[in-house]
């Protein structure tokens, strides 16, 4: 779990240099704190919500992948962590 909230964090660092662009990335910053929140207490429900925002944060950026190819990895791997939880 560790892991993943490390990832969340880094995305969220990562981010945090393009918030100046446009509401779209604030959005994404708060939807990675909701996701952060929700990890770090893992309970069902909450892994079933975390896998939910994850996958909606993961459609948003499907468009600009290749201009952010560092968060889109870490978006792949918190996905995959859900997943392999939510099973």
Partial sequence: MEEVRKRISDAKTYLE???MYGRMVADAIDALDRLDGLVA??????????????????????PYRSY?????????????WLKSQTG
Wanted: charged residues 30%.
């Fill in 17 to 19: 240099d393009y918030r």
């Fill in 41 to 62: 207490d893992p309970t069902e429900r909450h892994l079933t919500e975390a896998l939910k925002l994850a996958e909606g944060l993961n459609e948003a950026l499907e």
């Fill in 68 to 80: 952010v190819p560092t968060p889109a990895e870490y978006m792949d791997q918190i996905l995959g």
